[in-house]
């Protein structure tokens, strides 16, 4: 069954260092979706792509995260640097453009993130 | 103004009992979409159900089922004959921005279930 990828499960760093996070949509999904969860709370969206063009990063900080994804195939998340409240689990999600199956997301396992 | 209410922040049901999650949601848009996702504790976010605004029967997906009363803008996933492995998190999310041309996800804070043997 396909599934969203995403490396690594768990990443442990330290304040003020770079971290990166990788996601391999469904083949086929021409929209990818990162999204950060805090504890306890829902998930907020960070960054939306439509193949290899942001439609949405309204809710991106900007001054210290980025993203990409130049062939509009998989994407990376970084962040530089770290602080302390960054600490989350980071999910990648993908979902189709057109169809009634346009409308469900389908998320990757995640990358919990740890900023000591 | 919160788009997306689930009010219980957790519930407790019976194996083999029926269960229903609440989630109220907010919005002016007049096409929108409704989902439930699973959370287990390992992370990964299942999805279960979707109800489209203009749908007219409940959607249904096996044992879940979400109960759509557009008037009063709720969309309550009812889980029947729990079972051990439904214990998780659920969220609850909407899709709405179809008007302005960019979807936007919105998700609520979540209730635990915990289903006891």
């Known amino acids: 069954e396909a599934e969203v990828a995403q490396s690594p499960r768990y990443k442990i760093t330290e304040k003020s260092q770079a971290v990166a996070f990788w996601c391999d949509p469904i083949?086929?999904?021409?929209?990818l979706y990162w999204y950060r969860q805090i504890l306890g709370q829902g998930p907020e969206l960070l960054v939306q792509?439509?193949?290899?063009?942001?439609?949405?990063d309204s809710q991106l900080p900007k001054d210290r995260f980025s993203a990409e994804r130049l062939k509009g195939v998989d994407s990376t998340l970084k962040i530089q640097p770290a602080e302390l409240g960054d600490s989350a689990m980071y999910l990648c999600?993908?979902?189709?453009?057109?169809?009634?199956?346009?409308?469900?997301?389908?998320f990757g396992a995640g990358t919990r993130l740890s900023v000591l | 103004a919160q788009k997306i209410t689930q009010t219980q922040p957790g519930m407790f049901v019976q194996e083999k009992e029926a269960v229903t999650l609440d989630c109220t949601y907010d919005?002016?848009?007049?096409?929108?979409?409704l989902f439930w996702y699973k959370q287990p504790s390992s992370g990964e976010m299942i999805f279960l159900i979707y109800q489209g605004s203009y749908d007219e029967q409940n959607a249904t997906e096996g044992r879940y089922s979400l109960n759509f009363q557009k008037a009063r803008k709720s969309a309550n996933l009812v889980i029947s004959a729990s079972q051990l492995g439904d214990s998780a998190m659920y969220f609850c999310?909407?899709?709405?921005?179809?008007?302005?041309?960019?979807?936007?996800?919105?998700f609520g804070t979540g209730t635990r279930l915990k289903v006891l043997a």
């Open positions: 083949s086929g999904h021409a929209t």
């Open positions: 792509f439509q193949d290899e063009s942001v439609v949405d």
């Open positions: 999600a993908s979902s189709l453009v057109s169809g009634r199956a346009k409308n469900i997301q389908y």
């Open positions: 999310a909407m899709r709405e921005g179809r008007d302005s041309g960019t979807y936007k996800y919105i």
């Open positions: 919005t002016s848009d007049q096409s929108y979409g």
